[in-house]
């Protein structure tokens, strides 16, 4: 496959594009996730096992459906998803501008104690680490993969800074950090004139909506950019884990995660089965999995979705996802069957909130 034939626009491909947070870089509303890539006896096989020739056809199923954002991270498979990431590229003849890399640090990529963490001595080293790996000389989204209580936010922002000045990085971005440590990376970034926080990567789902409680409103209000991991809830909103035919040989046995509350989830999906019984995409009938990724696409905080696969057609089933729309009826019903408990501060919030909203008339 060389360059030409790569969608060049969101006219070109089903998929929109939507920028990332504050910026002007525009990513395609799927990201392609690299977890499956590289794993061997360990978790990261339990999660998937593809190898170079597997992940160069997924990667180029990917690019020609319109996906032009790739997402990685140095501790998956030990830097082979990097690697292997890396490699597709080169074989499939892609320029290196018609692609978008994120890649993440945090994990431990060695025994010592310093080889792990948000320090600048870790950040500095397993940037270049995963340049090299990657075979580029710049990384699109560069993020922290979670919070490290051991290190200074302002160690961790002025690395970034660093890195972005001296052309290694273009964006950063955060995963996994709570509302108010994001913001607080925030003001420390705008005190001290850094580069900006363009996205956070998090969890959310149909049966995991507990990002709505603090980090949403914080993203909505800071223009910072969500992608969302794990959009199948680690393939529970297949659905193939609820109903008297359930095998214990699955995934779900082996690595239960993310955590699920069962009892919520089961009504979660009957909703989505009825929901899917009356679509169509292409002529092709839709699936609980695409319900649960067409929803996300549907909530306005969301930039992209990071869809991962093992196989070609399971691929091609989550891209078709950005094909499904709903109904208000059925948005709805979808919001009240997997709404969250209220929770204090929120319903003192929304009540004392009635006082100042605009009247109509």
């Not at 959310?204 to 809830?233: C, F, H, K, Q």
Request: glycine share 10%; charged share 20%.
């Amino acid at each position: 496959m060389t360059t030409p034939n790569l969608p060049q626009s969101s006219n070109d491909a089903p998929l929109r594009m939507r920028t990332l947070g504050n910026s002007g870089l525009f990513v395609s509303e799927l990201c392609l996730g690299t977890m499956t890539f590289g794993g061997g006896d360990d978790m990261w096989g339990l999660i998937g096992q593809l190898q170079q020739e597997q992940a160069d056809e997924l990667v180029k199923t990917a690019l020609e459906a319109g996906i032009n954002f790739i997402d990685t991270a140095n501790v998956y498979s030990g830097g082979a998803s990097e690697r292997i990431v890396g490699q597709s590229l080169k074989n499939l003849g892609v320029r290196r501008e018609d692609v978008v890399l994120a890649t993440k640090v945090l994990g431990p990529m060695g025994d010592g104690s310093n080889a792990r963490g948000a320090s600048r001595g870790h950040i500095m080293n397993e940037c270049r680490a995963s340049l090299q790996r990657l075979q580029t000389d710049y990384i699109d989204l560069y993020q922290i993969h979670g919070f490290d209580p051991a290190t200074p936010i302002e160690e961790t922002l002025e690395a970034l800074n660093t890195l972005v000045e001296h052309g290694h990085v273009r964006y950063v971005g955060l995963s996994n950090w709570a509302a108010w440590q994001v913001m607080k990376a925030v003001g420390i970034a705008r005190a001290r004139h850094l580069c900006p926080i363009l996205s956070l990567q998090a969890y959310y789902t149909l049966v995991g909506r507990d990002l709505e409680r603090e980090v949403i409103p914080m993203l909505e209000s800071e223009n910072i950019g969500l992608m969302v991991w794990s959009p199948l809830a680690g393939g529970y909103l297949s659905g193939k884990y609820e109903g008297p035919d359930v095998s214990e040989e699955n995934r779900r046995a082996r690595f239960d995660f993310p955590p699920v509350d069962r009892e919520r989830g089961s009504a979660v999906i009957a909703t989505m089965r009825e929901i899917a019984a009356g679509k169509q995409v292409g002529g092709q009938s839709v699936s609980v999995a695409q319900v649960a990724l067409a929803w996300l696409l549907h909530q306005n905080v969301v930039t992209s979705v990071v869809i991962g696969a093992k196989r070609g057609d399971q691929l091609q089933d989550n891209i078709r996802a950005a094909q499904v729309r709903f109904s208000e009826d059925e948005l709805a019903a979808l919001d009240e069957v997997s709404r969250l408990p209220a929770e204090y501060p929120g319903w003192m919030l929304e009540r004392q909130g009635e006082y100042r909203k605009p009247r109509e008339g």
